[in-house]
């Protein structure tokens, strides 16, 4: 239905359920092939095993990151996935969702809010109020009606904002949203770079709101080959994404930086103005395991942190990958 942005990549399509990834094969194969890296089908596992994951050891230069963001996108087995799914669909996986998350305690419990105009959730007829609305966005957690063109034409943006939401901790470092571009997409923050904490917790959350949808005869839309079943192809497979925001204000002015990101295997996003020199970092392919990714995220950064604190002392640095 669009073409898209000349400057931006997309992949393109969006798959309407699980059933797409089999279906349309001939179709998702490739594209898979493009946005991961490799299609060759490898095993995955529901439960992961974090204890392989490195400890992130960054000494002094451990300064230079400022936070860390963690991401697990999660769709409802046997629901069309957001773009396709009707009104009432909508409604239920929010139901379903919401009394999941309703049973989480202790660092995990918190509040749902629905987006203000929503009228689905029983308690909050009319959604957020306008100061919860402005904490969310403070607090990077608030997500907003879709307004790019692909998004758009994929159905994404259908009867907004009719049954999302923000479930958020009440510790604010763990928060949920539901029915934005998947059924649910889990997020732990920590300030610094404390990757294995968020991570722990994000996957307990997880791991309770499995028992909890499991009691309910539900699951997580899921193939033993690819992984987990997103909305864009492209972030299928374990579905998580590791960002580490981090300070190179000297690092970065190298005319050769993204190369040295890139031989590194991780993806250099920046913040842009009123933030110059502080990057989001973030590693290659989510067909591999949580684990590879995780410790290779921490092995690019540890080497950028590791230059840029020689930088900042004047000393000579040999830009060698693995140096």
């Given at each position: 239905d669009n073409c898209g942005h000349p400057m931006i990549k997309t992949v393109g399509v969006v798959a309407g359920d699980a059933d797409c990834y089999d279906t349309f094969s001939d179709l998702f194969?490739?594209?898979l092939q493009v946005t991961l890296g490799?299609?060759?089908k490898v095993r995955h596992d529901k439960v992961v095993d974090l204890s392989p994951l490195q400890e992130a050891d960054f000494g002094d230069a451990g300064r230079y990151i400022t936070s860390t963001r963690i991401r697990a996108r999660r769709?409802?087995?046997g629901f069309r996935f957001p773009p396709a799914m009707s009104k009432d669909e909508r409604a239920e996986t929010e139901r379903l969702l919401t009394r999941a998350l309703g049973e989480l305690a202790g660092d995990l419990e918190g509040e749902y809010l629905p987006l203000m105009g929503s009228n689905s959730f029983a308690s909050r007829p009319t959604g957020m109020t306008p100061e919860e609305e402005g904490l969310l966005e403070e607090g990077g957690m608030l997500f907003h009606a879709p307004d790019a063109a692909p998004a758009l034409s994929s159905g994404l943006g259908r009867d907004w904002p009719h049954a999302r939401g923000v479930f958020w901790t009440?510790?604010?470092e763990l928060a949920a949203w539901l029915?934005?571009?998947?059924?649910l997409c889990l997020w732990a923050t920590?300030?610094?770079?404390?990757?294995?904490?968020?991570l722990v917790q994000l996957f307990r959350a997880e791991a309770a709101l499995r028992d909890v949808l499991h009691q309910d005869g539900q699951s997580f839309a899921w193939s033993s080959e690819l992984g987990h079943l997103t909305t864009c192809p492209g972030k299928s497979g374990n579905a998580v994404r590791i960002e580490m925001s981090v300070n190179l204000q000297l690092l970065s002015k190298r005319p050769d930086f993204r190369q040295l990101c890139r031989a590194l295997h991780l993806q250099a996003k920046s913040y842009g103005v009123g933030q110059q020199g502080v990057w989001e970092m973030s590693s290659v392919g989510k067909l591999s395991s949580v684990v590879d990714q995780v410790n290779s995220l921490l092995a690019g950064v540890s080497q950028l942190v590791g230059w840029e604190s020689k930088l900042s002392r004047g000393e000579q640095v040999d830009f060698g990958v693995g140096a």
């Open positions: 194969d490739p594209i490799r299609i060759e769709n409802l087995a009440n510790n604010r029915n934005e571009e998947d059924h920590r300030t610094g770079p404390d990757v294995k904490a968020a």
